[in-house]
């Protein structure tokens, strides 16, 4: 697997996995060891950043992740995340918090769970609007001093909120999504990390599934799917929207390669900075996402990908309007 550098620091493989969907998000969570040999198996095939955060249960896929990675802690890189208040009952979210106290009661709690002395890479899940980022910074900063941490992040952040955390304590990474069928990116998210020498690493660069060509309108998601609430998603976009996959598989054909595996080359090819973190349940898909890393795109390539990228309009947003509030700020 090839290597890239997050924030021309952190080194990692220049794909990652994405281990939410293991446990939350994406219909009922893989038993334990289906879990764990899936993770292992990413590590076998050259994977080093695996990404997961407290919410993704919450806190049972800290602990599989944690647990799986445990034999082959120091040759890969964890990231997890802070933010949000969680009931220790219920397990349900209750709203932002990144508070400096909270954040550092999170590492602490993270740090046992994934079985580590150290976060390689601790990003703030979403700004919160009533703390000041230069105080959440600040709190990260202390947390890296006292080496609990080694690297600072950010996720779905603003480009000035970026600037105002990258001043008090440098950002390694963002997290955002970014893929053939979300670009808002481009326009002012991109050229500030690049200026700032900050790396990003998208989430969804499949396009929650839709962009493997396994999904189409007719499509029916478990009732635990987040996929359910997503307006990009609904049977009439998801209608709209295949012209793109239609396309994109067409090219893919011509390369001998899966649209799944188009679409990660794509981000690739982007920047040297960025490390698309697709999700998997599956061996198969796990092997297909990995073996991205090695389809090389030709200018030719991307002129063809560009020119469908012209052509089609996705349609429905990304996000339900109250998530939506969070993202960007």
Known sequence: MQKRKLGNKLEVSAIGLGCMGLSFGYGPAVDKQTGIALIRSAVARGVTLFDTAEVYGPFTNEELVGEALAPFRKDIVIATKFGFDIDPVTGQQQGLNSRPAHIKDVAEASL?????????????HRVDSN????????AVKDLIREGKVKHFGLSEAGAQTIRRAH????????QSEYSLWWREPEKEILPTLEELGIGLVPYSPLGKGFLT?????NTTFDKSDFRNIVPRFSPAARTANQTLVDLLGEIAKQKGATSAQIALAWLLSEKPWIVPIPGTTKLHRLEE???AANVELTAGDL???GR?????????????????????R
């Open 112 to 124: 046992k769970r994934l079985r580590t002395e150290t976060i390689d890479l601790f990003y703030q």
């Open 131 to 138: 703390v000041p980022i230069e105080d959440v910074a600040g």
């Open 167 to 174: 001043a008090v304590q440098p950002v390694t990474a963002l």
């Open 213 to 217: 060509g396994a999904i189409s309108a």
């Open 289 to 291: 996402n990995v073996a």
């Open 303 to 305: 002129r063809d990908i």
């Open 308 to 328: 469908v990228l012209s052509e089609v309009s996705v349609q429905g947003a990304r996000y339900p309007e109250h998530l939506q509030a969070l993202v960007g």
